[in-house]
């Protein structure tokens, strides 16, 4: 049994923020062991949902995402992270569609995290918190969709590690998701992405003000080595073709090096802004936490290393979308997702973008990207019978 513990009256598409609390008999199993009782999920949801409840959308979020993909955020006062996707006349309408998107369970807007109350011991969870898994992670999702009585999705939409939660929806739940947009995202983590993260949670482990994880109950934070593992992080999320473009080898408000470690080039000032503005909004264990979730994916070795039999029995509509210059998560992986959906027997359509833009592109400006998505949904909305 769910009881509702925060909610904006608002209703005629505005945005709307809740978070809801689960009774302890109502635990989440997890993939580590055991099960956590008392799981907040705190979400938001724009739009109306229709009489029959067919025109619902999940968006998950990415690594470092939340739950505010259409609203103005409520700790850095910027707008939503995907609100090129997300709204009004977006490609994801919320005239039309009922799009819900929830902060994943071991992340730190709302929903229950390393830095949430361990209802068990009353201190904070840290790193008692059980590793979290991609599949943990919809588990609590479809604890939500049940609770906001929805019994299929009409799509499952998310990109890069929402990508990963997408194609998990389907293997979890193939009866529940009507459509599916993976998008910048892979059936497995490989090693070299496993690799970038290890570098991250060792920049936030190595920090002294770390302390083992239990940093917040002394009122301190590991801010530099967040911020380092956020600037390694970004690298990736970029292409060489964009850096070359955006800085190149261009100064920063100097006309010639001043031979010292300060930050002489733009491309350094830009790294260390994306580390310093990081630390203001995200948890470092939380960090860890979605990182490790990402390095345990591998959907293919829970069916016996077959990445078609996780689709078996699915019914879903596919559009697989990836991006020439991104390198996270490369074409390659992404057609590897779609002919493990051929191998099943399952529609799907695939979209390469051609972009300088790195991994990044699905978050940008991206004409093409809008449009396929567009299409998509109004075909799989004629298909479902869902009107304009």
């Not at 997890?30 to 008392?38: F, L």
């Not at 482990?205 to 917040?216: C, F, H, S, V």
Request: hydrophobic residues 40%; negative net charge.
């Amino acid at each position: 049994m769910a009881e509702l513990m925060v909610a904006d009256p608002r209703r005629h598409g505005a945005p709307r923020g809740a978070s809801v609390t689960f009774s302890p008999d109502s635990r989440l199993p997890m993939d580590a062991g055991g099960s956590i009782e008392g799981v907040t999920i705190a979400y938001q949801t724009y739009g109306e949902l229709n009489a029959d409840k067919s025109n619902a959308i999940l968006v998950c979020h990415a690594l470092t995402g939340d739950q505010h993909v259409a609203n103005v955020h409520p700790v850095t006062g910027k707008p939503g992270w995907w609100t090129t996707m997300v709204g009004p006349g977006r490609p994801i309408d919320t005239n039309r569609f009922f799009v819900i998107c929830s902060n994943v369970i071991g992340g730190c807007m709302g929903s229950t995290g390393p830095a949430s109350v361990n209802p068990a011991t009353g201190r904070l969870w840290g790193l008692d918190l059980p590793v979290v898994t991609i599949r943990d992670m919809v588990r609590a999702q479809a604890m939500l969709i049940d609770h906001l009585g929805i019994d299929t999705l009409f799509c499952v939409a998310g990109g890069s590690m929402g990508g990963m939660q997408a194609l998990q929806w389907v293997a979890s739940y193939p009866e529940r998701v009507f459509a599916a947009l993976p998008v910048a995202t892979a059936p497995k983590h490989s090693a070299q992405n496993i690799a970038f993260h290890e570098v991250g949670r060792q920049a936030v482990m190595a920090d002294p003000d770390w302390l083992g994880g239990r940093y917040a109950e002394v009122g301190k934070q590991p801010t530099k080595g967040l911020a380092v593992a956020r600037m390694a992080a970004h690298i990736t999320y970029l292409s060489e073709g964009a850096l070359q473009r955006k800085f190149g080898r261009k100064l920063q408000n100097r006309d010639a090096p001043t031979f010292s470690f300060d930050a002489d080039f733009q491309i350094e000032n830009y790294l260390r802004h994306q580390g310093s503005s990081f630390v203001d909004r995200f948890d470092a264990n939380s960090y860890l936490y979605v990182t490790r979730a990402c390095d345990y994916f591998d959907l293919a070795a829970d069916y016996g290393g077959s990445l078609a039999r996780a689709f078996v029995g699915a019914k879903t509509r596919f559009c697989v979308v990836s991006f020439t210059s991104d390198w996270l998560y490369t074409t390659a992986e992404a057609r590897a997702i779609v002919h493990a959906l051929n191998a099943a027997s399952l529609p799907v359509s695939f979209v390469e973008i051609d972009t300088d833009k790195g991994h990044d592109a699905f978050l940008l400006d991206e004409p093409d990207f809008m449009a396929t998505t567009s299409g998509f949904l109004e075909s799989a909305a004629k298909a479902r019978g869902i009107g304009a």
